[in-house]
């Protein structure tokens, strides 16, 4: 019998704790790869002030992965005590890749340590920037093993079902599913995407509110143009992922696009609303469905109307594709503006208004990120593993849950409102400008 009381509380805890978890590990799985090519830019050009973007942003990288590892390990501990029926039955196939995961993680925290008691200690700095390389690589490994995990959900396999058990597990194949590559690579490549963007709003502000300084605007270039890159792959990728859900999860896909009857040439709908079944003030695009699902103007779509009622997504989820690929879009117009403007020397790209939208440019990538998570996992419903078990069957009994809400978001408010307080007074009590006049001081140069 499903308590629906505890069920509707461990739901609402999950995505509590998955949405505030997600911010601290996507720039997690982001930043070491951007201070590993600031660092390695600025060996190359012998130019001190990259170095200095290494350094500061390693320092702020360290104080994230610190409430990131309360905020992981949080979601290890619920997953046992809210989705023990998931955990029974699933637990001995996504044992590997959550061990893995820790492993990445433990690998990549291991040379962070060393990298950071390690500065001004080589007299090569290449030396000094290989060990980076472990740390970037364990960051990246750690999405790939967790995501492996939540791929396996969605496309279960690698094992038999006897008598309501997964026996035979072969954890290799149950990690290596059809979902697992193109979610992999859209995390991973999202995570690099929003951590750019997000580096890039700090040294707009930085500019905005008065520090003219060379380092925020070199800053402000090099993210910006990794944020083009990686937004441009982001968009890439999204469309292998639309090809895998007209695939394997066509009910998904027929959820987020309000497709509500099988047929061919079928437009993609952006925007609008839902009005009794039926949309308005949608802007549909002729034929792009059937192009994103099969690359075939002409090719049929399947509908909702080809799957049981229980089955079905729920149909918000639209709006969250919508957010999500909105916001992907502006970021990849925004960035090639701002690359062109500086190619071409266009003056508007130092307007403040301009680096105001860059600003905003980090909140809202962080929100595309939250919007993408929300409508993975909701766009699965209603199953906690696809066609084996209902997100019902997979949830506690318990009568706490509420209680641990309570706890839970007491927690992540402390761990926010410290995050804020600590990065905000390690910034300010030690400025850019102080901290260049000391290097120079020390090495007798000029700190311009």
């Known amino acids: 019998m499903v308590n629906e009381e505890a069920l509707f509380f461990s739901r609402i805890l999950t995505e509590l704790t998955l949405s505030f978890h997600i ?82 993680f433990f690998f990549e925290a291991i040379f962070l340590g060393i990298y950071l008691y390690t500065w001004d200690r080589f007299e090569n700095q290449r030396k000094h920037l290989l060990l980076l390389i472990p740390v970037a690589v364990g960051a990246s490994f750690s999405a790939v093993f967790i995501t492996m995990v939540n791929a396996f959900m969605n496309a279960p396999q690698g094992f038999e079902l006897v008598d309501g058990q997964l026996v035979n597990v072969n954890p290799i194949v149950a990690m290596f599913n059809p979902a697992m590559p193109t979610k992999v690579a859209h995390v991973v490549v999202t995570a690099y995407m929003t951590s750019a963007f997000v580096l890039a709003s ?20 090099l993210t910006m ?7 441009i792959a982001a968009a890439i990728i999204g469309d292998f992922s639309g090809k895998y859900l007209a695939e394997y999860q066509p009910e998904k896909l027929a959820a987020a696009e309000w497709h509500f009857e099988t047929e061919g040439k079928a437009p993609l709908i952006m925007y609008g609303v839902l009005d009794d079944g039926e949309v308005k003030y949608a802007i549909k695009l002729p034929f792009a469905l059937s192009v994103l699902a099969h690359n075939d103007p002409t090719a049929e779509v399947l509908g909702l109307d080809k799957f049981p009622e229980d089955e079905i997504p729920p149909l918000y989820i639209h709006y969250l594709f919508d957010i999500m690929v909105t916001i992907g879009v502006w970021m990849v117009v925004l960035s090639f503006v701002f690359w062109i403007g500086m190619k071409r020397r266009w003056p508007f790209i130092h307007k403040k208004w301009f680096r105001w939208l860059i600003v905003l440019g980090g909140p809202l990538s962080i929100l595309a990120i939250e919007a993408g998570w929300w409508m993975a996992e909701v766009g699965r419903q209603p199953w906690v593993l696809r066609g084996l078990m209902r997100t019902a069957d997979g949830a506690t009994s318990s009568n706490h849950v ?5 706890l839970f978001a007491g927690l992540y408010i402390v761990l926010a409102i410290g995050t804020i307080v600590i990065l905000s007074r390690m910034f300010r009590k030690n400025p850019v400008e102080r901290e260049l006049e000391d290097r120079a001081a020390e090495k007798g140069g000029d700190p311009r």
């Open 225 to 231: 143009k990794l944020g083009l890159i990686f937004s």
């Open 402 to 406: 509420d209680i641990m809400l309570v």
């Open 23 to 104: 911010i601290y590990a996507t720039i997690g799985v982001g930043i070491p790869l951007m201070i590993m090519i600031a660092q390695w830019v600025g060996i190359k050009k012998n130019d001190e002030h990259y170095i200095l973007l290494a350094r500061r942003w390693t320092r702020g990288f360290v104080i994230t992965v610190a409430v990131g590892v309360v905020t992981g390990t949080a979601i290890g501990l619920q997953l046992s005590l809210l989705w023990p029926n998931f955990m029974e039955l699933a637990g001995n196939v996504i044992a590997l890749p959550l061990f893995m995961e820790t492993f990445a």
């Open 202 to 221: 700090i040294a707009a502000f930085r500019l905005l509110k008065g520090s003219n300084h060379i380092y925020h605007k070199k800053a402000l270039s």
